[in-house]
């Protein structure tokens, strides 16, 4: 079976196609897990939703939509949920759907950034934008390789990716450090260096949710409804992951529902159930920090570098130079940095409600020539003014 292209929507309004300065771009992704279905619908009930609340003229949906770019795929794996929709939610095994139709597990399949990101943090290299192995693209399947075009493409700033089977919002690092503990059946927590911010973002879709947060749910129990991915059990090559790791997109995964298939009748209840938490999730977009980075003749600089003092996960500008970093209150030192200018360092405070705007305007290195030397008065031959140069193959102690 060929690879269908999953659906792809972008709220916003007019015919504003382009992204627009310092508005936020959002994502959700559904039914990653063909037979994960409730995700899928969820995301075309809001869709329809959030049209119809913004014609209506709901001010809470109207600004929402007019102050971020959505964007919504409802079915990352269209195959997958063909093959589980034929079985039906009667007669549905646990398993038949997840994978596409090569029969490879999406959630599986993207670059493993997590092992490069934990030998980086021991050599002291970068802690974001982990570059992707040379072969990369030979070892992913059509939809991962598509996903990963289209968030290079976006300067995504908050995401969630929607399954089923538990209740429960996960939050990164997926991946332990130490995946040895996988064959014990051992969990290990593994944070990231936005730990306590990933909590909030989980807190408040779990919160949301009309019984996620009571943490008992399909025979499992997650306090606050929330959970470190690795401490539940360790994943490699997942998106969450990567999209943390490769981006400067900040992704969480939401397990809605015990029943990976659930009935029509049961889509109202899990509508009604959900409907405030998808709204709410999307407005943590808005948090933190954002503004402009720029040269002296206001240009926007592309792929500056943002660094919070004491969180070493940096974040980048975007192609048009604005930047949107994800904080929690507080009051925070903050360096911006680009090739062949001088790093400005400014310090901010950050409130609960809207993000703190704070701008960089840098300067140019000045580029010093080196000091000329006056002739002596002895002159020298071009015999002697040559030096002999040793290849550096040869040279003693010398090695690649």
Sequence with gaps: MPFTPGILMDIIPGSRAAHCLLEPEFKYV???????????????????????????????ITRLIHDTRIHIMPSMNPDGYEVA???GPDSNGYLTGRNNANGVDLNRNFPDLNTLMYYSREISGPNHHIPLPDNWKSQVE????????????????????LHGGAVVANY????????????????????????KLFQKLAKTYSYAHSWMH???????????????????????KG????????????????????????????????????????VAFIEEVHQG????????????????????QGISHDITSGDMGDYFRLLLPGTYTVTASAEGYQPLTVTTTVGPAAPSLVH?????????????????????????????????????????
């Design 85 to 87: 929709a034929k079985q």
């Design 289 to 308: 920090i954002k503004g402009m980075v720029s040269d002296e003749n206001n240009n926007g600089i592309a792929g500056a570098v943002i660094s919070v």
């Design 172 to 195: 990164p690092y997926d991946k332990s450090q130490d995946q040895r503990f996988r064959s014990h059946r051992r969990t290990v927590n593994t944070p990231t260096p936005d730990d």
């Design 142 to 161: 059509p939809e991962t390789l598509a996903v990963i075009q289209w968030i290079s493409s976006y300067n995504f700033v908050l995401s969630a990716n």
């Design 360 to 400: 960089f305007q840098l300067k140019q290195e000045v580029v010093r020539k080196p000091a000329e030397h006056k002739a002596s008065g002895t002159r020298m031959n071009n015999k002697a003014l040559q030096k002999k140069v040793v290849p550096r193959a040869t040279r003693r102690g010398t090695q690649r």
């Design 214 to 236: 009571r943490g008992w749910n399909c025979g499992d129990y997650f306090a606050d409804g929330i959970t470190n991915g690795a401490s539940w059990y360790s994943l490699s």
């Design 239 to 278: 998106m969450q992951d990567f999209n943390y790791l490769y981006t400067n997109c900040f992704e969480i995964t939401l397990e809605l529902s015990c029943n990976k298939f659930p009935p029509e009748e049961d889509l109202e209840r899990q509508w009604m159930a959900n409907r405030e938490a998808l």
């Design 30 to 60: 559904g039914n990653m897990h063909g037979n994960e279905v409730l995700g899928r619908e969820l995301l075309l009930q809001l869709s329809e939703f959030l049209c119809e609340e913004y014609r209506r003229g709901n001010e809470r």
